[in-house]
């Protein structure tokens, strides 16, 4: 009995891994057998489409490329538009950045206004995350909505760990 429970117990133990097969595909080129598939499928597939729309798509990706950014939001913590404004916002913006380095602050001109917006934020919920805490310090600030900047694909910290482990 003790035999017949052991020997279920190793084979229940093993039987994982006969299943389990590396894929070469995978580890090789970073592709995946289903991805590979669909490419494989793509390539065959005959795509008949008006050529303006091509046009339209290589004009769109032109002005996306021309607007450095995305649509998103900011928090508007000043605007003036006084004698003084610009060097009002000034000793806002360099105070917004001593009380808060991590978010990045935007001084920018509309007739007669100046403004200063603050943070990259993609969504509503995250912008008012950063209100919350922006608010105790300004009071005033209010969300709008803007073109934010791309975020970092690879931060510093990425690159740092990634020559650390060539060394």
């Not at 669909?38 to 004009?59: A, H, M, S």
């Not at 360099?94 to 206004?113: E, G, V």
Request: aromatic share 12%; charged share 25%; net charge positive.
């Amino acid at each position: 009995m003790r035999y017949l429970c052991s020997l279920i117990f190793f084979i229940g133990l093993l039987s994982p891994s006969v299943y389990a097969q590396t894929d070469t595909l995978v580890l090789n080129t970073g592709i995946s057998v289903q991805t590979a598939k669909l490419n494989e499928f793509l390539e065959k597939l005959p795509i008949r489409q008006e050529p303006r729309i091509t046009d339209l798509v290589v004009r769109h990706s032109q002005i996306n490329q021309r607007r450095r950014g995305f649509d998103g939001f900011r928090l508007e913590i000043f605007f003036s538009s006084g004698s003084k404004a610009r060097e009002q916002a000034m000793r806002v913006r360099n105070d917004f950045n001593l009380t808060f380095p991590n978010i990045p602050a935007y001084l920018q001109f509309h007739t007669p206004n100046f403004k200063l917006r603050v943070g990259d934020f993609r969504n509503k919920s995250e912008a008012l995350k950063a209100k919350q805490a922006i608010s105790l310090r300004y009071p005033n600030a209010f969300i709008v909505k803007d073109v934010i900047r791309f975020p970092e694909l690879f931060p510093e910290s990425f690159e740092q760990i990634e020559q650390s482990e060539e060394q």
